[in-house]
């Protein structure tokens, strides 16, 4: 990545998609590729841990809940009991539903939950206000 | 002790996977009916997602051929480029058509939580996966395309007996699909 690419992207805000389903993350990615975002990935709760280390201005995760390795309420609660990711929002986006582990998310702090299969325009106009606000 | 299903539960059931599966499978550009089928012996891939709750448990099984996951790609991204893709979209899909039984079960006041799907190249899923287990099992195929049959197995063994009444319309009894529920 040439110096002119680096600071282009270092302009663009940063959206972490989690989800264990390649093409799951390829249709989030291809739903907000309207949006000027950089679009990071990671296949599971743990390597998303990784990545947000490594990349702590991301503006938002969106967040898959039933995953192999860490699951998104375990990633979800990492990241708001420290004090260096807590202010990230996290959306979770999921084809799961029960009104347990979707309080259980509410409680973590997170600021939705988005059932699959998502509405590529909801989605957008979803990811577009967070991403604003960062 | 195992609970034994109701014809009435049966049929609520039996209904509710078809109508789940025909719903998603829709929504994904394919029209599906429920057929009697057999199991084939041409199947590639097999899915399984467990589930638990407080008065069942069990498993959703799937299988289905290649052609069947190809027929239900997301037209909005690029075409497969191998078995990999196509063995990663059916655990979505499978995922996708269960999160759909999934909203059908909690309006009727069983909400259960579910597990990351397995997906493997083909294998025998004769077999009931949990001990107890009643097993239902449906048949689709595609009402354009001859794309093979998509195989559906929903294990349930009840820890309680089972009370199906519809509480709540499915679309309240979670959050609505596709929507944003902002807290």
Request: proline letters at 4%; aromatic letters at 6%; one cysteine or more.
């Amino acid at each position: 990545m040439g110096w002119e690419e680096s600071v282009l992207s270092a302009q663009r805000p940063k959206v972490l998609v989690v989800d264990d389903s390649k093409v799951a993350r390829s249709q989030v990615r291809q739903a907000l590729e309207s949006l000027d975002l950089e679009i990071l990935e990671a296949s599971n709760g743990f390597l998303a841990s990784g990545v947000v280390e490594a990349h702590p201005d991301c503006a938002l995760v969106l967040c898959d809940v039933n995953m192999p390795l860490v699951g998104g309420l375990e990633l979800l609660r990492k990241l708001k009991s420290k004090e260096s990711t807590a202010r990230i929002p996290v959306l979770m986006l999921t084809t799961e539903g029960h009104p347990a582990r979707v309080k259980e998310a509410r409680d973590l702090g997170a600021e939705g939950w988005i059932i699959k299969p998502f509405k590529a325009e909801l989605l957008a106009a979803t990811v577009r206000q967070y991403v604003e606000r960062a | 002790m195992t609970i034994a299903l109701t014809s009435e539960a049966v049929a609520i059931l039996d209904a509710a996977v078809v109508a789940a599966v025909i719903e998603r499978a829709a929504h994904h550009g394919v029209e599906l009916e429920a057929i009697v089928g057999s199991a084939e012996t041409n199947v590639d891939l097999a899915c399984t997602i467990h589930f638990g709750g407080e008065r069942v448990h069990g498993s959703f099984r799937s299988t289905a051929t290649d052609a069947f996951v190809r027929a239900l790609w997301p037209a909005d991204l690029a075409p497969p480029t191998g078995p990999a893709d196509l063995a990663d979209w059916f655990g979505e899909l499978v995922n996708h058509l269960f999160g759909a039984l999934c909203v059908r079960l909690a309006s009727r006041g069983c909400a259960v939580y579910q597990g990351a799907p397995t997906v493997v190249r083909c294998v025998d899923l004769e077999r009931p996966v949990s001990a107890g287990a009643a097993t239902r099992e449906h048949f689709f195929r595609a009402i354009r395309g001859d794309v093979g049959q998509l195989r559906v197995l929903f294990d349930i063994v009840l820890r309680a007996p089972l009370d199906l009444t519809e509480t709540v319309p499915s679309g309240q009894a979670r959050a609505s699909t596709g929507h944003d529920r902002l807290f």
